[in-house]
């Protein structure tokens, strides 16, 4: 294009391209008037004051045009209506210049080397804007509601929980309650690079239309939303307190656990997020992530999506004392990709992932919750030149037997689940005859449960049940040990215990294997696949033995549940006399 020829970027020091808005038509109050603009490129050292823009591409079946530098020159209709906007608050504001980086504008796209190293100062960009105004989009009926209640619940009350404020809204609380839903499921939150954008600047504003709110007060709003019961907590609202999160972790260099927060759980956590380009599911997150982990990431759009992955894989297994990158890789049936990863390598492209044994508690804590492996680290070979690495671990057994166990428990609407003690102990007597567990002494029907559940400890009952992990936990304990087998818990407490494992076992089946042990995984596993532990695993894993044609000998299904053997239990020092090395493709 010619208006980047006539302004190229330099080769040897950091540069970026500003543009200023004209405010001499009436491009900001008509919408069939062009909007024109300058753009100019700047030594990054001492570039001028500017602004940087945050925003969703939106749809690019439709483009619109601008007047830049005298030329025509597409835009998204969403960055259109955010330039609009712009121009209007400038006017009313009275400024005669403002300056904006804007990526859409400011980075020839097609140009790949040029994208690949502004993305690579992406942090810088935006950290030293004077301010990132995150354009939200253009305003409805409810927008004015749900920024008086943001505004509402970001002011102090009195509670730690913004419960007085809640108290104060009664009157009005259903159509608020669906103003915020409306706003914060907007597509701009579901963004991949909003994280980095908003986590590294230094005060961002969130704009819809006219309406605007600092992001500080808008994660307050919702924590606080939240935390008073005034709506659950979701997807919507962790894709805000999320950011939050990070950004107070990624500004507090010393803070502790900010390693771990900023490494590979950054990017596990953010696989939900929505990018155009899947490279850019971890692209986006270099500049945010912890040294170690941004040190295995250089951007190159000329890579393959395969290769940037499986690149990403193999620097997190060099740099990590665990096996957590493997943990996060999902059943391959499960996912519309067509990308060809080798099978321990994560898709964090895939959607509507459910998370697997360790995600589900990973989300709420750095810490293991399990240590199947003990005290062993991960023992891997891999080279540059090939994609089949070796992981030495110990074989268990194999699966002799797939538990569908939804189709069990499937009540009448097949929509819900139906568990009660007694059904309980009819399942467990289904599996086996013996009334006790083999491998912890403990009774079948008990064991059975705390393998359906992944044996998981109680969250708060306000925490989403997409979310939520191990219920009935310690404080139910009495109940199951006693003579009845949970007789004594309620009619509401069963139904509660079935709506939540419903949402555990959404995506999973049990298994049962040659030994008699009880487990749970993704479903897609079948007979005859291996349960190992791996040196260095937080779980077990399935593995699936196959010959293959880069010499690898399995392919990883995905990390499973195996009750008895979650706590180290079968590495006591010994194992190296069973060690087998595993190659895995």
């Not at 038509?25 to 490129?41: K, Y």
């Not at 957590?324 to 964090?348: K, Q």
């Not at 139906?418 to 009819?426: D, I, K, M, W, Y």
């Not at 487990?519 to 897609?524: D, N, Y």
């Amino acid at each position: 294009m010619a208006v980047y020829e006539s302004h190229p970027l330099a080769a040897d020091y950091p540069s970026l391209r500003l543009l200023e808005l004209d405010l001499t038509s009436d491009a900001a109050n008509t919408d069939d008037t062009i909007i024109h603009a300058t753009m100019e490129t700047y030594d990054f050292r001492d570039a001028p004051e500017y602004e940087a823009l945050s925003y969703t591409w939106g749809t690019q079946d439709e483009s619109e045009s601008i007047k830049l530098n005298g030329q025509l020159f597409s835009v998204t209709p969403n960055l259109l209506e955010a330039l609009r906007q712009l121009c209007l608050n400038q006017r009313e504001n009275g400024k005669s210049k403002r300056k904006l980086w804007i990526d859409a504008i400011s980075i020839n796209q097609s140009n790949n080397p040029e994208k690949s190293q502004q993305v690579m100062q992406m942090k810088e960009i935006y950290a030293n804007a004077s301010q990132v105004l995150m354009w939200t989009g253009k305003p409805d009926d409810l927008t004015g509601i749900a920024f008086d209640t943001l505004e509402r619940f970001s002011a102090e009350d009195g509670t730690r929980d913004g419960s007085a404020t809640y108290r104060d809204i009664l009157d009005t609380v259903e159509e608020r309650r669906a103003a915020i839903h409306r706003f914060i499921q907007r597509p701009y939150f579901h963004r991949a690079w909003v994280v980095q954008e908003v986590v590294a600047a230094r005060t961002a504003i969130v704009l819809c239309g006219s309406f605007s709110i600092s992001f500080v007060r808008l994660n307050n709003a919702v924590e606080r939303m939240t935390g008073s019961g005034f709506i659950p907590f979701s997807m919507a609202t962790s894709n805000v307190t999320y950011i939050g999160m990070w950004r107070s972790h990624f500004l507090e260099r010393d803070g502790p656990n900010r390693e771990e927060i900023l490494g590979l759980r950054l990017i596990m956590d953010s696989r939900d997020r929505k990018a155009t380009d899947p490279r850019d599911k971890v692209y986006s997150l270099r500049g945010i992530a912890n040294d170690v982990l941004a040190a295995g990431i250089t951007v190159d759009y000329d890579k393959s999506i395969e290769r940037v992955y499986t690149d990403c894989a193999k620097h997190v297994l060099k740099t990590r004392p665990d096996l957590r990158v493997i943990s996060a890789v999902a059943a391959r049936h499960r996912t519309e990709s067509s990308f060809l990863l080798p099978s321990w390598v994560p898709n964090w492209d895939g959607s509507k992932y459910g998370g697997g044994i360790l995600q589900r508690y990973y989300r709420f804590k750095p810490a293991s919750f399990f240590c199947a492996a003990g005290a062993s680290k991960p023992r891997v070979t891999m080279t540059e030149s090939s994609d089949t690495i070796s992981l030495e671990g110990i074989r268990l057994d194999t699966i002799e037997r797939v538990i569908r166990i939804k189709s069990i428990l499937a009540a009448r609407d097949a929509n819900s689940f139906s568990v009660t003690g007694a059904s309980l102990r009819e399942m467990a007597a289904d599996v086996a005859s013996s009334e006790t567990y083999a491998f912890t002494g403990e009774p079948l029907w008990k064991a059975f449960f705390r393998t359906l559940t992944g044996d998981r400890t109680a969250l708060s009952p306000r925490i989403h049940d997409d979310y939520r992990a191990k219920f009935l936990a310690s404080v139910h304990d009495w109940q199951f040990d006693s003579e009845g087998a949970g007789q004594e818990i309620s009619a509401g407490a069963w139904a509660e215990i079935s709506k939540s494992i419903g949402a555990i076992i959404e995506d999973k089946d049990m298994f049962l294997t040659a030994k008699g042990y009880l487990g749970l995984a993704q479903e897609g596993f079948q007979t005859g696949d291996i349960v190992c532990i791996l040196c260095g695993g937080d779980t077990p894993f399935l593995l699936r033995q196959a010959t293959l044609p880069n010499g690898g000998e399995f392919r990883l299904q995905s990390e499973c549940y195996v009750h008895g053997v979650m706590d180290g239990e079968m590495m006591t020092g010994r194992e190296s006399d069973h060690l087998e090395s595993f190659s895995i493709e």
